[in-house]
């Protein structure tokens, strides 16, 4: 496929591998902040070909896994409501919230739906008049637009019975919060290429200017990993803290300036509550007062439980880069894929999944670095 | 979930498009890319097309990417 296999030769990756080698001299943690480089890292075996003085934690960026359970429970209290179809993109299907999950509501009788696209909603919706029909809003910069569009199209084809449910949430301000954290020794950041491929690479500033490190906004096929793996060692072996962009064929300063229009059109700022991170100041989005006639909270009168928390789980650890999914006790004998403990397993993004998946029986050889050798490459599973 | 995908434009319809991605087509809204035109990559996401995939930056990406290689070569 264009665009993508050029990304992938495996010969441009050994070079890259070998400049990591040739560059790397002391120990340094950088963090995939998303969760789509974490599967990618993975799958491609990127942890086991890097010299190991590089360490690859995964952050909090995927959007299944950092919905609260509170916020998991109100969707499935919605879900419970008579006369409500409940729309949502699949990953959220079978998150464990405190009692249930949507997948498990649905067996029961609920009306929930999945699907591909807020379109896809808003064409149930017009279909469905006598029902309200709730989009399940969750996700990143990314997503959030593409909600946005749908709350303007409903408006604009005077569709009344469609409904947005927004647990939307905003990437720089968890990172700035993971800074602000002492449990955390970063040296710099792999940048999410998608939610940059919106909002640019300018709200990463504050990172190289307050904080010193470098970041570096990545691509998601495995030769953009290695090169702005390998960008990053540069940086902090020349003493640089900037952001810069590898992946620039998708990614422009500005961001997407019709996207970020659109967003902030529907949508403005507000607090949100993170799995593993808590309540984050100005993390999340809310749909502004002038749409609130699309807004599910407006009119949903909902009562939900105090939520619960899974006894065991260490994805609130795992998302703050903390814990990897191996100091788990309960990682792939109580809690697999099939009958997942945490959503850090269930989603496909989810970092528990991604090593049960692909790094269940990958070593890593911790001397290799110092025997300076360069691995083979394997090829893609 | 924060996954897109390149695919080629080979239609336009107003804010509606016809992308194409390895031999499948599928429909794409435009309303929140930058103007594109017929021939050009976009990347999908969710059903909508983000942003205008530029070509020319791949290929320099690509050819610093050899570039790393030769010095490595030698060195
Ligand atoms: S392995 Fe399962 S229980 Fe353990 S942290 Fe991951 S999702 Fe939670």
């Known amino acids: 496929m264009k665009l993508v296999s050029e990304f992938r030769d495996p010969q441009l990756a050994a070079h890259l591998i070998k400049a990591m080698y040739r560059t790397s001299r002391r120990a340094v943690s950088l963090m995939e902040v998303c969760g789509t480089h974490t599967v990618a890292i993975s799958k491609n075996g990127l942890r086991q070909m890097i010299p190991s003085p590089i360490s690859l934690l995964s952050g909090p960026g995927c959007p299944v896994c950092v919905t609260s359970n509170r916020d998991l429970d109100k969707a499935i209290a919605v879900a419970r409501q008579p006369g409500v179809i409940l729309a949502t993109f699949g990953d959220m299907m079978r998150v464990p919230g405190s009692y249930s999950s949507l997948s498990k509501e649905r067996a029961e009788g609920c009306d929930v739906r999945v699907v591909y696209s807020t379109m896809d909603a808003l064409r149930i919706a017009e279909a469905n008049p006598h029902q309200k029909v709730v989009f399940y809003g969750v996700g990143f910069e990314t997503t959030s637009p593409t909600i946005a569009a749908s709350i303007l199209e409903a408006k604009k084809r005077g569709i009344t019975n469609y409904l947005v449910l927004s647990v939307h949430k905003l990437i720089p301000p968890a990172m700035k919060a993971l800074l602000d954290s002492p449990e955390l020794n970063l040296h710099g950041f792999i940048c999410p290429g998608h939610v940059s491929v919106i909002i640019g690479s300018r709200p990463y500033q504050f990172i190289s200017e307050q904080y010193h490190l470098p970041c570096v906004i990545s691509g998601f096929e495995p030769l953009d990993i290695l090169q702005s793996i390998l960008m990053l060692v540069q940086a902090l072996e020349t003493g640089q803290a900037a952001v810069h962009i590898q992946y620039r064929r998708g990614v422009r300063e500005e961001g997407n300036p019709v996207a970020l229009r659109t967003l902030d059109q529907v949508f403005e700022v507000g607090d949100a509550e993170w799995r593993g991170l808590g309540l984050i100041p100005e993390s999340g989005l809310k749909i502004r007062r002038k749409y609130r006639s699309w807004d599910a909270e407006e009119f949903l009168d909902l009562d939900v439980p105090a939520p619960r928390k899974a006894p065991g789980c260490l994805c609130g650890d795992i998302l703050r880069g903390i814990k990897n999914p191996f100091d788990c006790p309960l990682f792939g004998g109580k809690c697999t894929p099939e009958s997942p403990v945490g959503p850090c397993m269930v989603s496909s993004e989810g970092t528990c999944a991604a090593y049960y998946r692909y790094e269940r029986y990958r070593v890593q050889d911790e001397d290799r670095g110092r025997r300076g050798e360069v691995p083979q490459l394997k090829p893609a599973g | ?75």
């Not at chain 2, 239609?11 to 016809?18: H, L, P």
């Not at chain 2, 942003?51 to 050899?66: G, S």
């Open chain 2, 1 to 75: 979930m924060c996954l897109a995908i390149p695919g080629r434009v080979i239609e336009i319809d107003g804010d509606q498009a016809e992308v194409e991605i390895g031999g499948i087509i599928r429909r794409a809204s435009l309303a929140l890319c930058p103007p594109v035109r017929v021939g050009q990559y976009v990347l999908l996401h969710a059903g909508f097309a983000i942003q205008v995939v530029d070509e020319e930056e791949a290929q320099e990406t690509l050819r610093l990417l050899q570039e790393i290689g030769d010095i490595g070569e030698i060195s």
